[in-house]
């Protein structure tokens, strides 16, 4: 018996890296799952690996940033399988480059992918939901260059703070249909990532047998592992997440956080008056000394809970 069993799922991007994994893991749980995947010899992988190990699983070579993409996604799931559980929304690119020297061209183009590309699947599988009257749920992929903020990744980090907020006001927006809607932000190796959490070279297989959430662990762990993201998403993506909704989980490794949204750290007020430029500049300092935030651009990412630096790889 899997989480799953019975459920039908979209996967985007699935057919390497951390889509893989997820779309490998939902099956492991029984769901049946739509491949979305533009390399269609890539995708075909991901199908036959899932059909081998006996699960169902069908390929879609869309752009999922594309509303016919989306719309057939949708359509796909329901004339095949004649359902619609749940929504996994991971495809992405990268074109890093500081600000100063990027085009449009490749800010538009990771902006398409990433936040179009959550955007028309979950509203096309949002309004089968609402007409409906069934409930689905629902996972999205921020990252922490988009909470924390990364240098070189205008593109990539606006995206992806867009994605945490779109998360969040889907989740609300959907709430009374039954539909839930978290994000999560990943942290593994893959080919967006390769450098900064080691060679892809020699990535291992899948680190988990799906044995009721036990798995046999490895005879050495491989922490940055795309497939240690899957379980997180197939959980989210399950009854037993109950009424999580709206949130954003940080996720690598064996580790899973809970990231909090931006909040008031400190506030100062002028007595019912409206400022003037004097008046603040006398006394914005409270705001820096109440708070404890440095008034001078800081390495957010630094203050990362989990690094390279401390993590060894196979």
Not at 187 to 196: D, F, P, V, W, Y
Request: proline share 3%.
């Amino acid at each position: 018996m899997g989480l799953l069993d019975g459920r039908v799922a979209i996967v985007t991007g699935a057919g390497r890296g951390i889509g893989r994994g997820e779309a490998i893991e939902l099956a492991r749980q029984g769901a049946r799952v739509v491949v979305n995947e533009l390399d269609a010899e890539a995708g075909r992988d991901v199908v036959e690996e899932i059909a081998a190990a006996g699960g169902e699983a069908v390929l879609d070579t869309g752009d999922c940033s594309e509303v016919d993409t989306g719309r057939g996604l949708i359509a796909t799931a329901l004339d095949t399988w004649g359902r619609l559980d749940a929504l996994v929304n991971n495809a992405g690119i990268l074109r890093d480059r500081t600000v100063a020297k990027m085009s449009p061209d490749e800010w538009d183009a990771v902006i398409k992918v990433h936040l179009r590309g959550h955007f028309v699947p979950t509203s096309a599988a949002c309004a089968h939901w609402k007409d409906t009257g069934t409930s689905g749920r629902i996972v999205c992929t921020a990252s922490s260059s988009g909470l924390l903020g990364n240098f070189g990744q205008a593109n990539y980090g606006a995206a992806k703070a867009g994605i945490a907020g779109f998360s969040t006001i889907v989740a609300m927006e959907m709430a009374r249909y039954g539909v839930r809607c978290n994000a999560i932000a990943p942290a593994a190796r893959t080919r967006m990532t390769e450098g900064a959490y080691g060679s892809i070279k020699d990535l291992s297989v899948a680190t988990s047998s799906g044995n009721g959430g036990n798995a046999e662990p490895p005879a050495e762990f491989d922490f940055w592992h795309p497939d240690n993201v899957a379980p997180l998403v197939a959980y989210l993506c399950s009854d037993a997440a109950g009424e999580i909704s709206g949130k954003v989980f940080g996720v690598q490794g064996d580790a899973v956080e809970l990231y909090q949204p931006f909040t008031s750290a400190a506030v100062i007020q002028n007595h019912d008056t409206r400022w003037t430029p004097e008046g603040l500049a006398a006394r914005m300092h409270e705001l820096f000394d109440a708070s404890g935030i440095s008034r001078e651009v800081e390495n957010m990412m630094a203050k990362l809970r989990f690094s390279m630096t401390e993590r060894s790889t196979l």
